[in-house]
């Protein structure tokens, strides 16, 4: 069922887990991305920064790598909430953890350029969430990933910092 | 042939070429990683920064794959000149750009630690050169890495800034 996206899953993410270097809103150092789920696909815009260089001119694969990482496990924390039937942000949190992460670079990335992604779930199972992710600059395809997500140990959401 | 490695692999990379975020000499906001080849494997050490988080306490999974990204397309690198029965920095340059880069992620990694990388070159076709890493934290595996890299087309070395 297609949602209204008012906020980004990770303004929902458990103060104690949100320090994520990529998504975290706490990490006042990190990318800070924002992934928005509308109840089938999630989007995340992202302008590399002039320093994200691969050779010049063009975007560093491993910030391409963290976006997918982070968009995934974000998409997986908004596709959890809606297959709970629950509101995104409800207790218990949903909060993803990355097992497996696979990027294939189809072309060079421009820098200067809005990255867009998009993410949809290809399964749910138990405590797994697979997503797929692609991203694109002005409409061309330039990298796709899978995701394979994991639901966090509870121990780890009840970490302090 | 195991070969005492004095310079690390990115020491060679073409000015043109040396400004990755990941591994490049010339990046200044870059993570700027060594990756030492012996003519067997190649390692590299990199001490996360304090921000550098996933969770607290933990190393944030993008710069994992980055890391293991660099090091492979640098190991790669370093592998062409051996397999070419050339020494590193001779003409005309050896210099990989990643297809494919996986990452399987065995257990959280702890921020407060070096991370060792090693590599090893599993298979050399052509101008593709498939590279497998591991990365480990106090001597314990926390994530292993396959990446698939080429070498960079002439045009895209040839570039200027």
Chains 1, 2 share one sequence.
């Not at 997918?68 to 959890?80: K, R, S």
């Not at 297959?83 to 992460?101: C, D, I, K, M, W």
């Not at 990027?103 to 405590?127: C, S, W």
Request: charge should be negative; hydrophobic fraction near 30%; glycine fraction near 10%.
């Amino acid at each position: 069922m297609k949602e209204e996206p008012s906020h980004p899953i990770q303004d929902f993410y458990p103060e104690n887990v949100a320090h994520c270097y990529g998504c975290g809103r706490l990490n006042e150092h990190g990318l800070q991305i924002k992934s928005y789920w509308d109840g089938v696909e999630s989007v995340c815009t992202y302008r590399p920064r002039p320093y994200h260089t691969a050779i010049p001119g063009y975007v560093y694969g491993g910030l391409i790598a963290s976006l997918i990482d982070c968009h995934g496990t974000g998409t997986a924390a908004a596709a959890a909430y809606s297959h709970a039937g629950r509101a995104p942000g409800s207790e218990p949190p949903f909060r993803f953890v990355t097992g497996n992460l696979n990027v294939r670079y189809h072309r060079p990335t421009p820098l200067d350029a809005d990255l867009d992604l998009r993410a949809t779930v290809r399964e749910i199972k138990g405590r797994r969430i697979t997503v797929e992710v692609t991203l694109s600059a002005r409409g061309t395809v330039c990298a796709t990933g899978e995701v394979i997500c994991f639901e966090m140990p509870e121990e780890m959401l009840a970490e302090s910092p």
